[in-house]
């Protein structure tokens, strides 16, 4: 079974609109980290968000948001005013254990974001 | 943040020959590190972890004969494809773990485009 799913294969938004990309995960693991990544087509992985599964609050970074609804096991990406610049790959990643886990991330399958002038 | 190179940024080589990618972690030791693979648009699949000072370990379906991986020292991981054929070309991204005081987070290097021809 898929333990990230990133449903969305391309997405399009306006310039200065925002937009959410879709991430959901399945872990019987109480204790697992969220993490959001940027490829753009240069190839380097910019790490955007972080979110801990005990972490009460949604985290925040800048124009970043994670929406994170644990019932749900989601962990939607939310980018407020979209610039050009953010046209890219975007990958939602998984890391199971606790903060100090040697586990390995797990990505999805990624969503290309497409921002139009 | 902390800093992750890889070298060379790209290379081409003919078919039969190997391949050697070294993986650095600039400013911080990095007992762990991982080996991704990325074909064009898709996700990055993790082919081996390897810890400084002990054999690798890979990921099912990854060749160990095929793709050599030492990890020498806390600041260097390679990555060497044998006998390399045109399957084998691909985006190769290595990632460093570094601890922190309240756990470990993972580095990305910037990737590493070899075309076998």
């Known amino acids: 079974a898929q333990k990230i799913t990133q449903t969305q294969p391309g997405m399009f938004v306006q310039e200065k609109e925002a937009v959410t990309l879709d991430c959901t995960y399945d872990t019987s693991d109480p204790s697992y980290g969220l993490f959001w990544y940027k490829q753009p087509s240069s190839g380097e992985m910019i790490f955007l968000i972080y979110?801990?599964?005990?972490?009460?609050q949604n985290a925040t970074e800048g124009r970043y948001s994670l929406n994170f609804q644990k019932a749900r096991k989601s962990a939607n990406l939310v980018i407020s005013a979209s610039q050009l610049g953010d046209s890219a790959m975007y990958f939602c990643a998984m890391r199971e254990g606790n903060a100090g886990s040697a586990r390995q991330l797990t990505f999805g399958s990624g969503t290309q974001l497409t921002v139009l002038p | 943040g902390a800093v992750v190179s890889q070298h060379p940024s790209w290379v081409i080589c003919k078919s039969g020959t190997s391949v050697k990618i070294e993986c650095r972690s600039l400013?911080?030791?990095?007992?762990?590190m991982f080996w991704y693979r990325q074909f064009p648009k898709q996700s990055l699949m993790l082919m081996a972890t390897s810890n400084e000072g002990s054999k690798a370990t890979y990921e099912q379906g990854v060749e160990k004969d095929k793709f050599l991986i030492n990890h020498a020292s806390l600041t260097l991981s390679t990555l060497t494809v044998t006998s390399a054929h045109p399957e084998d070309s691909s985006f190769y991204i290595c990632?460093?773990?570094?601890?922190?005081?309240?756990?470990?987070?993972?580095?990305f290097g910037p990737g590493t485009r070899l075309t076998v021809t």
């Open positions: 400013d911080f030791q990095a007992t762990t």
């Open positions: 990632s460093a773990r570094k601890r922190l005081a309240g756990g470990t987070e993972q580095y």
């Open positions: 979110q801990g599964s005990y972490d009460q």
